[in-house]
Every structure is written in C-alpha cells, then in structure tokens.
Antibody, heavy 115, light 110 residues
Framework: QVQLMQSGAEVKKPGASVKVSCKAS????????ISWVRQAPGQGLEWMGY???????TYAQKFQGRVTMTTDTSTNTAYMELRSLRYDDTAIYYC?????????WGQGTLVTVSS | QSALTQPASVSGSPGQSITISCTGT?????????VSWYQQHPGKAPKLIIY???QRPSGVSNRFSGSKSGNTASLTISGLQTEDEADYYC???????????FGGGTKLTV
C-alpha cells in the first residue's frame, strides 16, 4: 500500500537548522509531488510548500528564504530543511503525497526548538 | 488567523447529521473545485475524507459528503457514530502567494 515514512523526532536550539526526511513506497514516486504541512501544539494545519521531482517547488510566502525542499529519486525520499529555527517552529511536521489533495500522510516528525 | 473560516466546534448525537462550513473567498474556494477535507483523531496524522469538493477516496464511508456553493464549502456527516468524534479541516488551493490554505479546524463532539 502507499506509505510515507518520516524520520524521527528532533530537538534543536534556536538558530539551528533541521532536515526531515520522508520515504515513499507503494507508488511511482515521480508521478506525484510531496507537500509539507506543519501543526504547532494544539493548533491547526499550516501548509509550508510543495516539491515535485520534475516540476520543481513552490513555497508558502511565510517560509520563503528559510525552507528548502528536495527529492532524491534514487531512494524515493523527499526532504524538508528549515533554517534559523525559532521557538515558534516547534511543531509536528508532516509530509503528504499531493495530487490536488493530500493522501496519504506520513506519521509526522516532532521538531522541538529549545535552548 | 486562518485563511478559511470554520466553526470552532460542532456537536451531535449518534445517528444525527451535522454540517461543517468552510468559508473562503473568490481567490480560493470560490474559484477552484479543489476543496479537500481531512479528519484528525488526537495524536494521529490527518486522513483525507473528501477531495475535489465532493469525491470520496476509496474506503471512506458514504456517510461523509462534500459540497460547495459560492465561496463556501461544506462537509456533511450523516448517521453520526462515536468514532466520528475528531477534528476536521478544510483545505483549498488559492491563487494568492500562498498556494494552499487550510481552515482553522472544527472539533466534532458526538
């Protein structure tokens, strides 16, 4: 079945960077892009951006200059790197296959920003 | 402040029907037939239940239905069951600089 498996939880200091991975299986990786969505504790969902192996990327304006999304087609893995981390970047980060809707979702990666 | 407006909470009794609204603008919900809905249980990842406004993915109960009128999309859940108790989010593509927008979420209590 289609699955997205994300890397484990991270704890980072303010100003640091974090890179989260999302490994896809069960479908042709290059046929769909991947979107990244985050959810702060007790809050709603926030779209961060989209990456496709062939059509490129689109980032939400809020994250432009601080986020980089990439893919590795040899391992069917997508990556999201967020730089200059702030306390309010503490959230669960999800990847999701994007085909005009998000399905399925990865299990989520908790990123905690703490000094 | 979320780009799409949803009620913070709705409630219903088992067997009843409820509707959750999702109000956007002519730059998102009103212009695209690309509204999707997600169900999220506590501690779990969101799950797609409606896409392209009214389409149900394989395996999703036909008790879930979606519709749209103007700038407002709606999710209706009929024959409420206790396992429907969850948070529900709407989502739309947008023509603004932020290409995708979510609603703030609605907590359904059954």
């Amino acid at each position: 079945q289609v699955q997205l498996m994300q890397s484990g939880a991270e704890v980072k200091k303010p100003g640091a960077s974090v890179k989260v991975s999302c490994k896809a299986s069960g479908y042709t990786f290059t046929s769909h892009g991947i979107s990244w969505v985050r959810q702060a504790p007790g809050q709603g969902l926030e779209w961060m951006g989209y990456i496709s192996p062939y059509t490129g990327y689109t980032y939400a304006q809020k994250f432009q200059g601080r986020v980089t999304m990439t893919t590795d087609t040899s391992t069917n893995t997508a990556y999201m790197e967020l730089r200059s981390l702030r306390y309010d970047d503490t959230a669960i980060y999800y990847c999701a296959r994007d085909f005009s809707a998000f399905d399925p979702w990865g299990q989520g990666t908790l990123v905690t920003v703490s000094s | 402040q979320s780009a799409l407006t949803q009620p913070a909470s709705v409630s219903g009794s088992p067997g009843q029907s409820i509707t959750i609204s999702c109000t956007g603008t002519s730059s998102d919900v009103g212009i695209y037939n690309l509204v999707s809905w997600y169900q999220q249980h506590p501690g779990k990842a969101p799950k797609l239940i409606i896409y392209e406004g009214s389409q149900r993915p394989s395996g999703v109960s036909n008790r879930f239905s979606g519709s749209k009128s103007g700038n407002t999309a709606s999710l209706t859940i009929s024959g409420l069951q206790t396992e429907d108790e969850a948070d529900y989010y709407c989502c739309s593509y947008a023509s603004s600089a932020t290409s995708v927008v979510f609603g703030g979420g609605t907590k359904l209590t059954v």
